[in-house]
């Protein structure tokens, strides 16, 4: 199914919960007023958006491997931004008067009002601010405010969620005409149990997930940590090449909370290991000098579709296309077509900034050796290095190199840090390479 309509299916389980809360409300209520038929509809329109973003936040595994965990947030990010509006709305007709609230003067139903409102203030700003690229990264000043804010202490913030849900699930249950209205409270109390306790099963599941022992930590370039993982009940996480997942060091001097990094290895030619490739990048990757063999980690995942079955079963052309260290999940794929002894063509273009940051070239070199349907395309960005291009991937590069045609005839695989993926963008929608070809992996959320 095409991306852009699963795109619509978070709004869309938003629209049916408040379709049948408005079904429920209107059967045995006419509002008296067309300012109370608005604060019905987006009071009730709020409650479905909270509980449906808080859905997301479970990661469905059905919908994130159509989606993926980037779109799937960046949907979150922006059905958040409806909720302001909406919420806004609901208050502005509702509102009390500061009066009221000075003279302590508040009903049940308006103070857990305001405490699921101002808990989910927070729960806002963090997300936009803190949390998510999605909205700030225009600007260079928020995107920097988000880089040296204490991102552990904005997520638990963030969780205010639950409690801003419960909140309002009590807060409709004192409104007095709601009291009677047993279809809506019905319906309030259905949709937040099970979208709560899916949410708390997902946050057992992830304290119970199986450890896996760090049986090799090495330094592969000056900022780049390679790290191989032994499941310790010898069961390897059944995962495809180019997909990652979230690890979190549990029994480790660098504690801390769970960060997707892609799989570099192949899943059948390293049968009973997992690696990762880390650049040091901020506050957590900067301390994995700190990482010893029998380090303890978890893995939750596996997650993404870069490397989709249609591609995965067909023998068409293939491109992998990265930018700096979004080479792992290129990595994987390309060592996964080659323990599975593959024939079809592969294009590997990497584009590195600096020469240090050029790892497993003598891996290429002999893959290319063995494999006359495999070329290799190396290009820096950042200084001049004998024997390879200066500069960045682009039409000119491509055309050089020879590979235009493949702008037709290949699937894209493209994955690198942002300004590297919105330039790849933009060349194959020049090139008109379809959304079909192209499978894109953000390093950002
Ligand atoms: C799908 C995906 C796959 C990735 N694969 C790799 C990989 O194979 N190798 C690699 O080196 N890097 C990878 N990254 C990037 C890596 O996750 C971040 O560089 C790392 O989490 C930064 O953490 P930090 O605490 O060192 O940096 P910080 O300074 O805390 O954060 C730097 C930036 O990293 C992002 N970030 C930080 N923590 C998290 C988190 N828990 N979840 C999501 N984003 C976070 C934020 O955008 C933040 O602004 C991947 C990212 C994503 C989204």
């Known amino acids: 199914m095409n991306k852009q309509i699963i795109r619509w299916f978070f709004p869309g389980v938003a629209t049916v919960m408040f379709i049948t809360f408005l079904i429920a409300l209107l059967q045995d209520y006419i509002p008296p007023n067309f300012q109370e038929f608005m604060s019905n509809i987006t009071g009730s329109l709020s409650f479905c958006i909270m509980l449906t973003l808080v859905l997301i936040s479970v990661r469905p595994k059905a919908i994130e491997k159509k989606l993926g965990l980037t779109d ?11 909720l302001p509006v909406t919420l806004l709305i609901h208050v502005t007709i509702r509102w009390s008067g500061i009066e009221n609230i000075l003279n302590f003067n508040l009903t049940n139903t308006s103070i857990l009002g305001y405490i699921g409102l101002i808990t989910l203030i927070v729960v806002v700003l963090t997300g936009i601010f803190v949390l998510s690229d999605t ?4 600007s260079k000043k928020l995107m920097n405010f988000k880089g040296n804010a204490n991102r552990n202490m904005y997520l638990w913030l963030h969780r205010f969620a639950i409690v801003s849900v419960i909140a309002i699930h009590f807060h409709v249950y004192n409104v007095s005409y709601l009291l009677e209205n047993t279809a809506f409270r019905f319906l309030t109390s259905f949709y937040t149990i099970f979208v709560l306790g899916w949410y708390f099963l997902f946050k057992l599941k992830l304290g119970r997930l199986p450890k ?11 900022k780049i940590h390679e790290i191989e993982l032994k499941p310790m009940d010898g069961n ?7 997909q990652y997942g979230f690890f979190r060091f549990v029994d480790s001097p660098v504690k801390s909370e769970a960060h997707p990094f892609s799989f570099s290895s192949a899943p059948s030619f390293n049968k009973d290991s997992v690696i990762v490739m880390i650049q040091e990048d901020g506050d957590f990757t900067s301390t994995l000098d700190d990482v010893k063999e029998g380090d303890k980690v978890t893995i939750e995942g596996p997650y993404g579709n870069f490397y989709p079955k249609d591609v995965r079963q067909s023998n068409e052309p293939m491109v992998l296309l990265s930018g700096g260290i979004g080479v792992t999940p290129s990595l994987s794929v390309l060592r996964e077509e080659i323990a599975n002894n593959s024939n079809r063509r592969i294009v590997f ?27 290799h395309h190396i290009i820096f ?30 699937s894209w695989h493209i994955c690198g840090p942002p300004p590297m993926l919105a330039a790849a963008k933009n060349l194959l929608k020049e090139n008109n390479v379809t959304e079909q070809q192209a499978n894109i992996e953000e390093f950002s959320f």
């Open 72 to 82: 799937m947030y960046e949907v979150h990010a922006w059905m958040a931004m409806v």
């Open 212 to 222: 896996y022992e760090v049986v090799r930590r090495s330094k592969i370039s000056p």
């Open 135 to 138: 909205i700030i990264k225009k």
């Open 381 to 410: 960005s950042n200084e001049e290095v004998e024997g390879f291009p200066h500069g960045f991937v682009d039409n000119d590069f491509i055309q050089k190199e020879g590979l235009k045609e493949y702008y037709e005839t290949a």
């Open 236 to 242: 390897r996480l059944d995962y495809i090449a180019g």
């Open 349 to 375: 273009i990497w584009g590195v900034a600096t020469e240090e940051q050029l790892m497993y070239y003598d891996e290429l070199e002999k893959i290319a050796e063995k494999y006359p349907n495999f070329s």
